[in-house]
């Protein structure tokens, strides 16, 4: 497919030099890169924002004019400029910074919106996605950058909240803690699926938060009309406010993403082999690093799951291992001490061994004595 969109480009670039006139052509088209061509969408990228911004703005609809003729079927034309900074101010992908492109755009906006305290229609915002379209990072991203305490629960934690406070009869407190002036965010909604009564008390929060000025944000995989065994009431409550979907990365925001986790080999001597793996990996942003990892340790990730290993031996190799580096006596890293040491060198003995293969079920049982 890029050696088609390539080909296409070469003879699309002397149709585009006609219409706009070589000055033009030379100053602002002649330097964009064609990176793929992925639903519908050709995706180039300009030398700098200036020129993408440019672009964009006047050429944008004439590119794609262009190009649907050549290649014979309706295209519709993205530019993306050329990161210049790879440093942690200039480039993260993380809960600070995330990677903002058209899956998560809107998301994104609506979420800069209520950092900046404007006025939104409704209080309510139910963003779905599917797993690994970055909605967690994007939720601690606006949770850093608020100035208000959150109120924050994930779908098994509140249900399991639910459940105390119903057998030891307080539910009407936890109605009025979840009522408080202040943001409230439910993460995986869709999983209080089933549980009725739970249900029904989350329409009557909503119904005294309506009247609040504070955002109630809920997030699920789901859009309300496709969760299962959910209540009418509740469902309804979900529509009437602002419901905005997350989708997998695009290709702008696979590759910024694995640009950012390269650093500045992907614009050197790494350029070609992230290109093609922004190209060719689609999925989540979990995927993308997965693959990354893989393509750039040539494979070895997964070597360790190809060796057999027997947990007490390794267990007592990193005991001895640690104890020797940090002057802990064997009996102390099984034994009861509270001594800051010992319990230091407990923590680096436990991290050791689970990346050494061994899972934690299993160091818990050595630590133990058992």
């Known amino acids: ?3 088609l969109l ?12 006609e219409r706009v006139g070589s000055a033009a052509f030379d100053a602002w088209l002649s330097e964009l890169r064609p ?22 703005k006047l050429y944008a609809s004439l590119i794609a004019e262009v190009l649907s003729t050549e290649i014979g079927t309706q295209l519709s034309v993205r530019v993306d400029p050329t990161p210049t900074a790879f440093t942690p101010d200039g480039v993260d992908v993380g809960p600070t910074r995330p990677v903002v492109d058209e899956a998560n755009e809107q998301v994104f ?11 939104l229609p409704s209080p309510i915002f139910y963003f779905h996605g599917p797993s690994g379209s ?26 399991k909240v639910f459940q105390a406070a119903l057998q030891e009869r307080r539910v009407a407190g936890l109605r009025e803690e979840l009522s408080k002036p202040m943001p409230l965010v439910i993460d995986e909604v869709h999983r209080l699926s089933g549980h009725n009564r739970l249900q029904r008390e989350l329409c009557k929060v909503l119904e005294i938060r309506r009247g609040l000025r504070q955002p109630t944000i809920l997030v699920s995989r789901w859009h309300p009309g496709e969760v299962w065994n959910l209540d009418a009431t509740l469902r309804t409550w979900f529509l009437s406010g602002f419901v905005a979907r997350i989708d997998l990365p695009t290709l702008s925001g696979r590759l910024q993403f694995l640009r950012a986790l390269e650093g500045k080999p992907s614009m050197n001597g ?12 689609r999925g989540g942003y979990p995927e993308l690093r997965k693959a990354w990892s893989l393509e750039r340790d040539g ?3 997964h070597e360790r799951y190809w060796q057999l290993i027997e947990p007490r031996s390794l267990f007592d190799r990193v005991q001895r291992r640690v104890s020797e580096a940090l002057g802990v006596s064997l009996e102390e890293l099984v034994g009861q001490s509270q001594r800051r040491r010992a319990s230091h060198a407990r923590k680096v003995l436990a991290w050791l061994c689970v990346r050494e293969g061994l899972n934690r079920a299993e160091v818990g049982r050595f630590l133990g004595g058992r």
Request: glycine share 10%; charged share 25%.
């Open 35 to 56: 990176m793929a061509l992925e639903r519908g969408v050709v995706h180039l990228e300009a030398p700098n924002r200036l020129a993408c911004e440019h672009v964009g």
């Open 109 to 119: 906006l609506t979420l800069g919106s209520l950092i900046e305290g404007r006025e």
């Open 270 to 281: 790494r350029a070609l082999p992230i290109e093609e793996l922004a190209r060719n990996v």
């Open 299 to 301: 494979g070895r990730t």
């Open 1 to 3: 497919m890029l050696a």
């Open 6 to 17: 390539q080909s296409s480009w070469s003879n699309a670039a002397e149709k585009l030099r």
């Open 134 to 159: 970055g909605k967690s990072f994007l939720l601690s991203w606006w949770r850093g950058h608020g100035r208000a305490r959150v109120l924050s629960f994930d779908g098994p934690h509140l249900i």
